[in-house]
């Protein structure tokens, strides 16, 4: 009989299928799949290959490091950044629970008024990072603007205090306290303000790629040679310094050393007082050798005294401006130019590079994958549909009625003293008893009237010609000027607050001065300057708008709020029946129902006719009321289009994520995914939802050709669209001082190359910002590209800043992200800062307790050169040396691998 390979396996198939399952059992608990290199099957070769190392890639003081070493540092240095990462929340929601539980109220008034803002409103966010991400972004938004806002006060404060503190010969608690409270919420600003942009949690050396890690080494051997060592005492004093003097609780504590056991399986936990000594070390080595530490902590700044004139030539060096005429040439516009002819083989090249990418317009690569694709129909309307407003006045009045009754049971019977009962009795006799809980809310209003983020002012204060003007006038100047839109709401705050202090200090000057300009007691003062009692002076302040001004404000509000929640409630059952009627029956008969409703109420609706993706999707015809309500919140930009079509692809799950959504029929709100919480009048509500989604598909070379074709020729048409904007250059050279035959020109591109002209600057690293009132303070910008700049690459304003001291006619060319639009900028004009410009700026740099960003980034610049001085000289000590080409090699990808 001939030889059957499948016999034995029929003879011997159950053992032999339960010692594969076993072994599949094996490999899959070792797979953990945790990845960071911490798989077993990551680390066995690690193991094999112990004895053998790799190639040296630098050698300090004789020890050298190949690039598993290096590896295995990062690796330690990222384990303990994330443990401390992990605490540091925790020890932020431990300072400002016990502050707003027992700490504010033991502050003196400045100060608690001050901090009691900032701490709520962090807390809130630690106590709900899991709740919807737009409240988290919105709450992010207004934390870091309150920070921006406060930080100058409470750096200003602090000096004070501390001053007073010294000054006293028996210390004060109160002012102890208060130090202790301002250098808590201080702290947590810091981090704070960093914790986006930190990649490590010990910033005196970054982890992010190879170079830095042997910057680390290389400071940490001169620390060891400094003689300096932690016992593990101080090393808990070092965290405790970091953590705002917490202690970790012991429960959440051992739950975090369990997720870093399993995050970094090769590094053992009991290593971590080790891994800390180090990284504290290097700190301590650091503050020795170049500064001292900012709050204990590791913003390392530079000792060195900088003279006035040094400070001028920064000033001068990255304030001065510089402006430029600009030309744009799109890509698509020589396509057709382009005569030579592909080879077969140059198109299977392209399609076998990127057959698996999908196409996305922001990036410069093509990609031939088809991507997912969908269809969505949309209804919606606004609140003051007529189907609502016939229903709201049975409802308005039966609300009004349940009041009456219910307000009717509180008055009080008898004689008493307070007017209270009075107002209410004539509420329920006018029907205006549900709109006096809006205007106790309009009394209530929280902050006091010179509170420094959230002032209340009076009406009287905010609604007068002079702040309406300011309003509109600084709105303007910031759209023409470029300035940020925030400027003109700021500048008619400014005028508000300014009408009230003139309100307030005219009515109260006369109650000061009256006791010095006669001999006589102060209530009989009074009637010199015309002003009889107390009651009388407080009736003179600026006050608020009595009940009846208001009434029908806020019957107006009340109206507005019940049209919202009928049509809220409506959309709301829409919701729950087009899902079922879609899963239940068929998408035809839930089509019928979206007709049906839709003819009822008058709402508007569409529905789109083909499939889209996520790019094509904003183009949609079907779609436009719905992009014309997401622009109109988006300050009538939408840049990107991704940005718009994110709602219909994707879920929001947590602040800053997003997970693919593919559920049809799910109507969801647009465009935040939740009804408003406050509707205003004739407010527009709309729903959408998906009709058809299809998967991504990856495409054969023949269904891809056109497309292949289409990316070759467009790559080609790009060196076309260059030799074109340097043949401008040179033409635009020749007239670069007349304004008017440079504008001719620019006309000359729109015609024939379909581009556009515009104009760019002024141009500086930082420029100051408009001034709002004598007492903000200088500020300064960095200068951000016109939208004409088409998704501009963050290198293109140091590229403009690059010629500014060439002569006038000087260009560059530069492209945008995708590469789908060449840019010819010429240099036009040139404005030097002079040494009278600078004295206000100067005099300015300590006067409110805190550098601006003029003064942060000259600081940064300084320590920069001195630790970078001081590093090349720890070269030298080490006898460093490196393979450049292997280290260089590693950072590009690094840095790759980072975006």
């Known amino acids: 009989m001939a030889f059957n390979p499948f016999s034995a396996f029929r003879k011997y198939f159950k053992p032999m299928m339960a010692a594969l399952a076993v072994m599949c059992m094996f490999i899959f608990v070792l797979s953990s799949g945790l990845g960071n290199g911490g798989d077993f099957f990551d680390q066995l070769p690690r193991w094999l290959n112990k004895g053998a190392r790799g190639p040296t890639i630098a050698t300090i003081y004789g020890q050298n490091y190949d690039s598993e070493r290096i590896e295995q540092v990062r690796r330690e240095r990222q384990f303990v950044s994330d443990y401390m990462s992990s605490l540091m929340p925790l020890a932020e929601l431990s300072l400002l629970s016990e502050l707003k539980t027992d700490g504010l109220n033991k502050l003196s008034d400045e100060v608690k008024a001050t901090l009691r803002p900032i701490v709520e409103m962090r807390l809130s966010m630690l106590q709900n990072e899991n709740a919807d991400p737009r409240q988290n972004q919105m709450l992010f938004f207004q934390y870091f603007q309150s920070m921006q806002q406060s930080l100058p006060r409470l750096q200003a404060m602090l000096s004070t205090k501390q001053s007073a503190l010294e000054s006293e010969n028996s210390p004060s608690e109160t002012v102890q306290r208060d130090i ?144 430029y005429f600009a030309f744009s040439l799109p890509v698509s516009h020589f396509v057709s130019k382009v005569t030579e002819t592909p080879t077969t083989e140059d198109l299977q090249k392209i399609f076998e590079a990127f057959k698996s990418q999908e196409p996305d317009p922001a990036r410069e690569t093509p990609g031939f994958k088809q991507p997912r694709r969908i269809q969505v129909a949309w209804l919606g309307g606004s609140t003051n549909q007529e189907h609502y407003r016939t229903r709201a006045p049975q409802l308005l009045k039966a609300q009004i009625a349940a009041s009456q009754i219910a307000t009717a049971l509180t008055v009080p019977v008898g004689g008493s003293a307070f007017p209270a009962p009075i107002t209410t009795v004539a509420a329920i006799q006018t029907g205006d008893a549900p709109l006096l809980g809006l205007y106790d809310e309009y009394l209530s209003r ?130 729950t029946e087009i899902a079922k009627l879609a899963k239940d029956r068929a998408p035809a008969i839930a089509d019928v129902y979206v007709e049906e409703f839709v003819k009822q109420r008058g709402l508007k609706s569409g529905r789109m006719t083909g499939l889209a993706d996520r790019f094509s999707i904003s183009n949609e015809p079907a779609l436009l009321p719905l992009k014309d309500h997401f622009t109109s919140g988006h300050g009538g930009q939408l840049r990107g289009a991704a940005n718009f079509g994110e709602f219909f692809f994707n879920d929001q799950s947590s602040f800053g994520q997003s997970t693919p959504a593919s559920a049809t029929y799910d109507a969801r709100w647009y465009p935040n995914n939740q009804p408003p919480s406050m509707v205003v009048p004739n407010q527009q509500l709309f729903l959408a939802w998906r009709t058809e989604d299809t998967p991504p598909k990856t495409l054969t070379f023949d269904e891809a050709k056109p497309q292949v074709i289409a990316a070759w020729k467009f790559d080609k048409a790009r060196d076309l669209a260059e030799k074109a904007a340097k043949a401008l250059a040179d033409e635009a050279k020749a007239i670069a001082s007349d304004k008017a035959k440079l504008r001719d020109l620019g006309d000359r591109v729109k015609r024939e190359y379909t581009g556009t002209w515009f104009e760019i600057g002024p141009v500086a690293e930082l420029n100051q910002d408009p001034s709002l009132s004598p007492d903000s303070g200088i500020t300064f910008s960095p200068y951000s590209l016109p939208f004409d700049v088409n998704s501009p690459r963050t290198d293109t304003v140091q590229k403009l800043l690059g010629i500014k001291d060439k002569p006038i006619g000087e260009s560059i060319t530069f492209t945008n992200v995708p590469s789908d639009t060449v840019y010819l900028a010429m240099l036009v004009g040139k404005a030097e800062k002079k040494e009278s410009d600078f004295y206000e700026v100067y005099a300015s740099l300590n006067k409110f307790g805190v550098p601006n960003q003029f003064a942060e980034q000259f600081l940064r610049k300084q320590a920069a050169q001195v630790y970078q001085m001081v590093t090349n000289q720890l070269r030298e000590e080490a006898k460093y040396t490196e393979d450049k080409e292997t280290i260089e090699k590693r950072v590009q990808d690094e840095l790759k691998n980072l975006r």
């Not at 940020?484 to 700021?490: D, M, N, S």
């Open 180 to 323: 202790d409270a301002i250098n808590g919420v201080l702290q947590v600003m810091t981090y704070d303000s960093k914790a986006f942009s930190r990649s490590n949690f010990f910033e005196s050396v970054p982890n992010d790629t190879t170079r830095f890690v042997l910057e680390f080494l290389l400071w940490d051997t001169k620390a060891v040679e400094m003689g300096i060592s932690l016992e593990p005492t101080d090393v808990r004093k070092e965290m405790l310094r970091d953590l705002l003097g917490r202690t970790p609780d012991p429960k959440l504590h051992g739950v975090l050393l369990q997720g870093l056991a399993m995050r970094y399986p090769d590094i053992p936990t009991s290593r971590l007082t080790e891994l800390l000594n180090r990284e504290y070390r290097v700190r301590i080595a650091q503050a020795s050798l170049i500064g001292s530490t900012f709050f204990n902590r590791t913003q390392v700044t530079t000792p060195t005294f900088a003279t006035a004139q040094e400070w001028f030539r920064f000033y001068k060096d990255v304030c001065s401006q510089t402006s």
């Open 446 to 575: 929280r902050f006091p009237w010179n509170d420094a983020i959230t002032p209340r002012l009076r009406d009287t204060s905010v609604i007068r010609p002079t702040t309406i003007a300011s309003l509109v006038s600084q709105s303007v100047v910031a759209a023409l000027t470029q300035a940020p839109v925030i400027t003109g709401i700021l500048t008619m705050e400014q005028q508000a607050i300014a009408a009230e202090v003139r309100d307030r200090v005219r009515v109260g000057m006369p109650a000061v001065l009256a006791p010095l300009s006669a001999p006589t007691p102060l209530m009989w003062a009074l009637p010199l300057h015309g002003l009889t009692t107390p009651a009388t002076i407080l009736h003179a302040l600026p006050g608020d708008l009595p009940f009846a001004a208001l009434r029908g404000r806020f019957r107006e509000r009340l109206e507005s709020d019940l049209l919202g929640k009928l049509m809220i409630s409506d959309l709301t059952e829409f919701q």
